[in-house]
T-cell receptor
Framework: TQLLEQSPQFLSIQEGENLTVYCNSSSVFSSLQWYRQEPGEGPVLLVTVVTGGEVKKLKRLTFQFGDARKDSSLHITAAQPGDTGLYLCAGEGSGGGADGLTFGKGTHLIIQP | KAGVTQTPRYLIKTRGQQVTLSCSPISGHRSVSWYQQTPGQGLQFLFEYFSETQRNKGNFPGRFSGRQFSNSRSEMNVSTLELGDSALYLC???????????FGPGTRLTVL
């Protein structure tokens, strides 16, 4: 069974600060996705990383896939209240998706004005 | 293009009852996946359908079942409801298997 551990579980910071959220596993994933979910809504895809060592930027968000494709990080620069939400990482197994996406339990992020 | 729609959005049932949830994928998407989300376990994969056939199944008891119709719409059914089945049930659609998934808003099921 593939597991994804996310840390921290909860994070509350002030507007303008920087933060990093981690997603770790002992398993190799063919790709890894980051989602943001707001209350009462389904997760919305932010990015997919596929290649080990890959770095992708989405405005103030920077996503990195580990060289061994077992871990990933999400860094937010100058956080804004609109960044508040549940951030989920999800891995596509190297077995061709036979088990669907494996999700971490998420990081609850609150950005205070 | 309209997103994934799920009905109903909220549902209250009692133990022992059964429930059917519906999902309409994005137009043109042929794959539909279902997930259960709870505070304790997070998002867990239930099953995936493609071209009316179940392609993958997660580790859930047989009380959880689903089907997909020729227009790609999907339903999932939970029989003999238990308190622990209270959760947000999310449907996601994609163009094909192993493709980017787009989630609906979910159905919030409460079992009393």
């Amino acid at each position: 069974t593939q597991l994804l551990e996310q840390s921290p579980q909860f994070l509350s910071i002030q507007e303008g600060e920087n933060l990093t959220v981690y997603c770790n596993s002992s398993s190799v994933f063919s790709s890894l996705q980051w989602y943001r979910q707001e209350p009462g809504e389904g997760p919305v895809l932010l990015v997919t990383v596929v290649t080990g060592g890959e770095v992708k930027k989405l405005k103030r968000l920077t996503f990195q896939f580990g060289d061994a494709r077992k871990d990933s990080s999400l860094h937010i620069t100058a956080a804004q209240p609109g960044d508040t939400g549940l951030y989920l990482c999800a891995g596509e197994g190297s077995g061709g998706g036979a088990d669907g996406l494996t999700f971490g339990k998420g990081t609850h992020l609150i950005i205070q004005p | 293009k309209a997103g994934v729609t799920q009905t109903p959005r909220y549902l209250i049932k009692t133990r022992g009852q059964q429930v059917t949830l519906s999902c309409s994928p994005i137009s043109g998407h042929r794959s539909v996946s279902w997930y259960q989300q709870t505070p304790g376990q997070g998002l867990q994969f239930l099953f995936e359908y493609f071209s009316e056939t179940q392609r993958n199944k997660g580790n859930f008891p047989g009380r959880f079942s689903g089907r997909q119709f020729s227009n790609s719409r999907s339903e999932m059914n939970v029989s003999t409801l238990e308190l622990g089945d209270s959760a947000l049930y999310l449907c996601a659609s994609s163009l094909a298997l192993i493709d980017t998934q787009y989630f609906g808003p979910g159905t919030r099921l409460t079992v009393l």
